[in-house]
């Protein structure tokens, strides 16, 4: 790549960071409180929410895992968007409902489904931080794998920028920051996920060309003749269970002004999620009959936007990849820097961080999520492996714990903690055995039917949860009392009465 197209790409880049840097200022004002720093106030209306959320969902797996994975497995790369759509359903379906009640954090809501268990809400914390960290270094990753192919940036280098670029908005803003800026990122990289389809769909000459250049099985429905018809269900599985399981899609639900503009706004995602699912798989296939014999597919998208199109599109398309890696990581930092100050911190100390406290203990912790996310960016060697390793490990035995605990009124919070270690063994054992995951693909399903099993059994051999969910209400209001802000409990009475 030429010296003077290098130095564009990094000065588009610093000038977006730039951009994103100055809105996270702008917001900072609002910033009075814990709640303010991280759940803007719980007054988002319906355009904030869904542009939030759809932007982190469409993020790094989405564009540049998705876009590699079409490369190598044709249509599969649909199933990203296809298994996300699913997730993004059901949790509308399922947990629109759970903002009524002032939650903060994911495992908040978990341990009211269990009477208030503060054990169980902490070590679900405890886990979930340990997931966001995972999730933030796939995001880093990402970031880095695009912006180091660019730029010619060392590696390293380019991981510890991608993560200042949307940390210091973020540590400035707070939650806030992130959704505006979410928003900004999303637009840009919808138009410049749609530029790339449509150019790289013309350059390659159309479907029809495509269809001669590549492998017959990539032109399958959905890459099934790539990836295998169970393995191809699999990946679908586990994206719609990261979807339905991880903390920043439930904070978008906690922060939304009601339970009505929770539910307007995931349906409006889910819907558009599904639409933009193609460009990828499109974009991946032409990759794949432009540019055959590409070493790392997850570079396909940089090198299809540098290699064939003027360095202006480049510069465009740059900001889009890089777009989709910082709207999904702001929003895991901010997840997990919650979960930390809201329960990790009680789990151990048994109190909250006081109000005037909280603004600045956020920003401490959010310096620190990052550093040991940048840690874990070294682990994987593809985006896609990452994402999926770390939802089937840890997430999805905690799916089947909240769903039992909400829906079955006998589940108990040890079987609460028997699904989420038996989700987590099961896991292992596949990703152990070399014949199992090339069965699978991932260990998704037998991680999930392992956690049902597991919870259920030892839900009935154990003594039922006396609390009632009121009174399981009342202990973790309590516990939010001591934010010393009255927004929590006024929001929950808001949700109450707009509830459709």
């Not at 009477?115 to 880095?144: E, M, P, Q, S, Y």
């Not at 339905?244 to 906690?254: D, E, F």
């Not at 089937?392 to 905690?398: D, E, F, Q």
Request: charged letters at 10%.
């Amino acid at each position: 790549m030429a010296a003077g197209s290098s130095s564009v790409y990094l000065i588009t880049f610093l000038c977006s960071i730039g951009v994103m840097l100055g809105l996270g200022i702008w917001v900072s004002r609002r910033n009075r409180t814990g709640e303010d720093f991280l759940l803007a106030g719980r007054r988002l209306t319906w355009p904030f929410v869904t542009g939030s959320a759809l932007a982190t969902l469409v993020g790094t797996g989405s564009s540049l895992g998705a876009v590699g994975l079409s490369y190598s497995d044709g249509w599969a790369g649909m199933l990203y968007g296809i298994g996300g759509a699913v997730g993004v359903f059901l949790l509308l379906l399922l947990f629109a409902d759970a903002r009524k009640h002032g939650f903060m954090t994911f495992p908040e809501e978990i341990s009211y489904y269990y009477g208030a268990n503060r054990i169980l809400k902490g070590t679900v914390a405890i886990v979930l931080f340990i997931a966001t960290i995972g999730w933030l270094g796939a995001h880093i990753l990402g970031g880095a794998l695009y912006l180091s192919y660019l730029t010619g940036m060392d590696m390293v280098l380019a991981k510890i920028v991608v993560a200042a670029g949307f940390g210091l908005y973020t540590v400035i803003g707070g939650y806030l920051a992130v959704v505006i800026t979410d928003m900004v990122q999303g637009t840009i990289l919808f138009v410049g996920f749609t530029i790339l389809a449509v150019l790289a769909l013309v350059k390659a000459g159309g479907f029809g060309a495509i269809n001669d250049a590549v492998p017959a099985e990539s032109t399958s429905f959905l890459g099934m003749d790539a990836l295998g018809v169970l393995p191809a269900i699999s990946l679908a599985v586990v994206i719609a269970v990261g979807v339905l399981a991880t903390p920043t899609h439930r904070q978008r639900i906690y922060s939304a002004d009601s339970v009505r503009t929770a539910r307007r706004s995931f349906l409006l995602v889910g819907i558009l999620f599904a639409i933009f699912a193609i460009m990828p798989a499109v974009t991946g296939l032409a990759s794949q009959a432009l540019l055959p014999g590409i070493d790392n597919p997850d570079l396909a998208f940089p090198q299809l936007a540098t290699e064939l199109f003027p360095v202006w599109i480049g510069a465009l398309l740059l900001v889009a990849g890089l777009s989709a890696t910082m709207s999904s990581g702001d929003s895991e930092a901010i997840a997990g820097v919650t979960m930390f100050l809201r329960d990790i911190s009680y789990l151990f100390t048994g109190r909250i961080p006081a109000a005037h406290n909280m603004v600045r203990y956020s920003r401490i912790a959010l310096v620190a999520v990052l550093a040991f996310a940048l840690g874990g960016a070294l682990l994987a060697e593809t985006i896609i492996d990452y994402i999926t390793l770390m939802i089937s490990t840890v997430l999805t035995g905690l799916l089947i714990a909240v769903l039992l605990g909400k829906f079955w009124k006998r589940a108990t919070w040890q079987g609460g903690f028997a699904a989420i270690i038996g989700g987590a063994a099961a896991a292992t054992v596949v990703n152990m055995n070399d014949g199992l995951t090339e069965f699978w693909g991932n260990p998704a399903i037998p991680s999930l039917s392992a956690a049902l099993i597991a919870g259920v059994l030892v839900s009935l051999i154990t003594p039922r949860t006396e609390v009632s969910g009121e009174e399981a209400l009342r202990i973790l209001a309590a516990e939010r009392a001591q934010l010393e802000v009255g927004t929590q409990i006024r929001a929950g009475e808001q949700a109450s009465t707009q509830e459709s």
